[in-house]
């Protein structure tokens, strides 16, 4: 039997036998897809450990080894698929403000992709944790546009030539992200990568963060505090007591193949005390 070639097997895990042409359905498909088949995870930054984004490392951790990733890994194999597929698509990179202020001037540490489809452009996401856009949002309007899970709005800063992505959150519009359109290069993306990974003040490094989309559901994992976000009803929140049963959930609820290393346990066993601890 023939071996299949990487982007032959990230379509068979999207739920594809053959490759679909590049529409604007086949990119809504497949942005709703990736978000409900791979998780975004970063247990590599939990375990201080480095996390490479060369493509063909990014395709072994996910395709091969069963796990997730964040922004640089996430959204350039997204990007390559679209680009095996014909879709005119680039990356760009942003400023996450969500939680703070949307004019906060923040470090340039969030990956993403535009597209262009018969003159029309597209962001596309599939690497912002816990509140990606389920799919593609079209850039130049600033209309509400739904998704298959929250409302999302763009709106454009004329003076500073930046966009700021919004999510509508509980009858709240929350600022996640600004970002432009100026062309990166591979430094540009190791830059980002490895302030997210190593630097000290990095929400990441020494922290388990964790989401999978499901239909009409969002699940996130914050260190130990599991939640579920329904479109429809008040969130389900608990906060987990057993490293045994944030173990479970990685690999039942997020599809999460967990690697073996020595770490690990106390690694887990240290979230959960302090989320035991926490108020």
């Not at 760009?92 to 202020?101: D, E, F, L």
């Not at 535009?114 to 509140?131: E, Q, S, T």
């Not at 990166?184 to 997210?196: C, K, T």
């Not at 770490?263 to 240290?270: E, G, K, V």
């Given at each position: 039997?023939?071996?299949?070639?990487?982007?032959?097997?990230?379509?068979?895990?999207?739920?594809?036998?053959?490759?679909?042409?590049?529409?604007?359905?086949?990119?809504?498909?497949?942005?709703?897809?990736?978000?409900?088949?791979?998780?975004?995870?970063?247990?590599?930054?939990?375990?201080?450990?480095?996390?490479?984004?060369?493509?063909?490392?990014?395709?072994?951790?996910?395709?091969?080894?069963?796990?997730?990733?964040?922004?640089?890994?996430?959204?350039?194999?997204?990007?390559?698929?679209?680009?095996?597929?014909?879709?005119?698509?680039?990356?760009?990179?942003?400023?996450?403000?969500?939680?703070?202020?949307?004019?906060?001037?923040?470090?340039?540490?969030?990956?993403?992709?535009?597209?262009?489809?018969?003159?029309?452009?597209?962001?596309?996401?599939?690497?912002?944790?816990?509140?990606?856009?389920?799919?593609?949002?079209?850039?130049?309007?600033?209309?509400?546009?739904?998704?298959?899970?929250?409302?999302?709005?763009?709106?454009?800063?004329?003076?500073?030539?930046?966009?700021?992505?919004?999510?509508?959150?509980?009858?709240?519009?929350?600022?996640?992200?600004?970002?432009?359109?100026?062309?990166?290069?591979?430094?540009?993306?190791?830059?980002?990568?490895?302030?997210?990974?190593?630097?000290?003040?990095?929400?990441?490094?020494?922290?388990?963060?964790?989401?999978?989309?499901?239909?009409?559901?969002?699940?996130?994992?914050?260190?130990?505090?599991?939640?579920?976000?329904?479109?429809?009803?008040?969130?389900?929140?608990?906060?987990?007591?057993?490293?045994d049963e944030l173990l479970a959930l990685l690999r039942d609820t997020f599809g999460i193949q967990v690697p073996k290393h020595p770490r690990l346990s106390d690694a887990l066993d240290d979230l959960i005390r302090a989320g035991r601890q926490e108020p």
């Amino acid at each position: 039997m023939p071996r299949l070639t990487h982007c032959q097997r990230y379509l068979q895990r999207l739920g594809y036998d053959t490759p679909p042409p590049p529409t604007l359905q086949t990119l809504q498909d497949l942005q709703l897809r990736h978000v409900c088949t791979f998780a975004f995870e970063s247990l590599s930054t939990l375990l201080h450990q480095p996390v490479p984004i060369d493509l063909p490392s990014v395709e072994h951790k996910v395709l091969f080894e069963g796990r997730g990733g964040y922004c640089y890994e996430l959204n350039q194999m997204f990007l390559m698929l679209l680009q095996e597929l014909g879709f005119d698509a680039r990356g760009i990179t942003g400023r996450v403000v969500m939680g703070g202020p949307p004019d906060a001037r923040t470090a340039r540490t969030h990956r993403l992709s535009l597209v262009n489809l018969d003159g029309v452009r597209y962001i596309a996401d599939v690497g912002f944790g816990g509140m990606v856009p389920s799919s593609p949002l079209q850039l130049d309007t600033q209309a509400v546009q739904a998704t298959a899970h929250e409302p999302y709005r763009l709106t454009f800063d004329a003076q500073e030539s930046s966009y700021t992505l919004w999510a509508e959150v509980a009858g709240e519009w929350r600022g996640l992200y600004v970002f432009d359109l100026q062309v990166q290069a591979d430094i540009d993306y190791e830059i980002g990568n490895w302030y997210v990974s190593t630097h000290p003040g990095s929400p990441f490094l020494g922290q388990l963060k964790v989401a999978r989309l499901a239909v009409g559901e969002r699940h996130t994992l914050n260190n130990a505090h599991y939640a579920i976000h329904y479109l429809d009803r008040p969130s389900a929140k608990r906060t987990l007591q057993h490293s045994d049963e944030l173990l479970a959930l990685l690999r039942d609820t997020f599809g999460i193949q967990v690697p073996k290393h020595p770490r690990l346990s106390d690694a887990l066993d240290d979230l959960i005390r302090a989320g035991r601890q926490e108020p």
